[in-house]
């Protein structure tokens, strides 16, 4: 297995980034209802711009063989509750573990967690899929659940962390 390796984002690799990331949910936009895109307009697909002036994010890229394959955004709390806000893997690189490892690599980067929250629109399969049954997180609520807009809150409580 090829060895993964997780970086700060920085002005350097922002830009590469940020087309992986646009590309990536630009593939996912397939698997929203029809009338999403109507609701949101031009907020259909995250963003990660200004991300890396934003003191509480915590921006990532991941390596592979000095390529870049993907990236996250994180934002680490004082109570070590903390938040994953994007993740992401390069359309031509899924289905290979990279998502997994990435999250398994954060999981080592910040051992003081308590919990990790993240939230994903219900019919986001795959992503509901990951979470649950590759990564080990838990539905704990839906936001919204009779409107257009519901999202599933997932959290994962890390092990002697309680």
Not at 6 to 21: C, I
Not at 28 to 44: A, C, K, R, T, Y
Request: glycine share 6%.
């Amino acid at each position: 297995m090829q060895t993964l390796t997780l970086l700060p984002m920085n002005t350097g690799n922002f830009e590469e980034a940020k087309r992986m990331m646009e590309r990536s949910f630009a593939d996912s936009i397939d698997d929203l209802p029809e009338h999403f895109g109507e609701i949101h307009g031009n907020d259909v697909l995250p963003s990660i711009d200004g991300v890396l002036e934003d003191v509480q994010a915590t921006p990532l890229v991941f390596y592979q063989e000095e390529k870049m394959v993907g990236g996250a955004v994180v934002k680490l709390k004082e109570d070590n509750n903390n938040e994953l806000d994007l993740l992401f893997v390069d359309l031509d690189h899924l289905d290979k573990g990279i998502g997994y490892r990435a999250w398994l690599e954060i999981e080592k980067r910040y051992p003081q967690t308590k919990t990790w929250t993240t939230v994903t629109p219900p019919c986001l399969i795959r992503n509901v899929y990951f979470y649950v049954n590759k990564c080990g997180f838990h539905i704990i609520r839906i936001d919204d659940p009779k409107s257009d807009d519901s999202m599933f809150v997932f959290q994962k409580v890390m092990k002697n962390k309680r």
